[in-house]
């Protein structure tokens, strides 16, 4: 099982990368002459970051990452596509920003890269790759330094319960224990592309994104929902107001993202007091 989903999901990506690095969504001319990719979401929530040294994962082909080097942190980016992360070394280059850049499947990664971390960030479209968030949790406090911090913004479990074309719940949303597995055309950066991918993909409730910190004793500084999402990357989305998308179908007002910050300790447990 855990070489058949790495090895759909690694080929599904390297085609998507090939799609998005020219699609209108990622806007990759825009960026190239300047353009910061991230939202305000999470620029706020992260603050300065020069000088910070950053672990990315899931970096995609590395706008975000570059982004964030571009604000000044040292950014290490990580992510499963050769194709991703060929296409963020080529960027770093092209536009003479210094960061890493790290092919890995995320539970691999502490055999990959050496160093703790000021911050380790990972956005929009994550937890749902992995199958195992109690492991997922454990790698992230493996790089973090002491008083580093976590900084999650994703999409929020509610809004994966539907099936964005027919406005059907489809999809559970507690975790199965086992993936979905499906085949489907294009991709959300571009719906028509002809692009034929096999996707594996797990349903996470809060509670399994947010308890395993919890229980491994990092401090909960923010948890956020949202009721939009800043990209229409979805089926069905409508622009209520300038960069806020929202799932038309549901008629009713949704969660779309969450947010989550936490802090490792500087003192191990035990000894504070
Ligand atoms: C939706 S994208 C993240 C989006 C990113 N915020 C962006 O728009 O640039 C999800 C990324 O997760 C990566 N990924 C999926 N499974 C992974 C795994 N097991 N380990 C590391 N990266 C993985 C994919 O290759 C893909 O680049």
Redesign the pocket.
């Known amino acids: 099982m855990q070489n058949d989903y ?1 090895n759909a ?2 080929a599904s ?1 390297d085609l ?2 090939e799609t998005h690095k020219d699609s209108e969504f ?1 806007d990759l001319e825009g960026f190239k002459k300047g353009k910061n ?1 991230l939202n305000n979401i999470e620029l706020e929530a992260l603050g300065d970051v020069s000088g910070r040294s950053m672990l990315h ?8 990452s570059l982004s964030w080097a571009r604000l000044g942190a040292e950014v290490t980016g ?4 050769p194709k ?1 992360i060929d296409l963020a070394r080529a960027l770093s280059r092209e536009l003479q920003i210094p960061a890493r850049f790290v092919e ?4 691999s990664a502490p055999e990959k890269i050496d160093g703790k971390f000021d911050l380790v960030f ?5 937890y749902g ?2 199958p195992d968030l109690e492991r997922w949790a454990a790698v992230i406090e493996h790089f973090l330094k002491p008083g580093g911090v976590f900084y999650i913004v994703d999409f929020h479990p509610t809004l994966y319960l539907f099936d964005f074309d027919s406005g059907r719940i489809s999809y559970e949303y507690f975790n199965r224990g086992e993936p979905y597995v499906e085949e489907s055309e294009g991709t ?1 950066a571009d719906p028509q592309a002809k692009i034929r991918h096999t996707d594996y993909f797990w349903s996470h409730s809060l509670e399994e994104v947010i308890s395993p910190f919890l229980k491994r004793g990092l401090q909960l500084e923010d948890f956020r929902e949202f009721d939009y999402s800043p990209y229409n990357c979805f089926p069905n989305m409508v622009e209520r107001a300038p960069g806020e998308y929202v799932y038309g179908k549901a008629g009713v007002r949704l969660p779309h993202l969450f947010s989550l910050k936490c802090r490792k300790r500087k003192e191990e447990r035990g000894k504070t007091n």
């Open positions: 790495l999901n690694r990506w998507r990368t990622y990719s994962l899931q970096c995609h082909f590395g706008q975000d990580l992510d499963l596509s991703a890995s499947d995320l539970y990972t956005s929009y479209g994550t790759w992995l959300y």
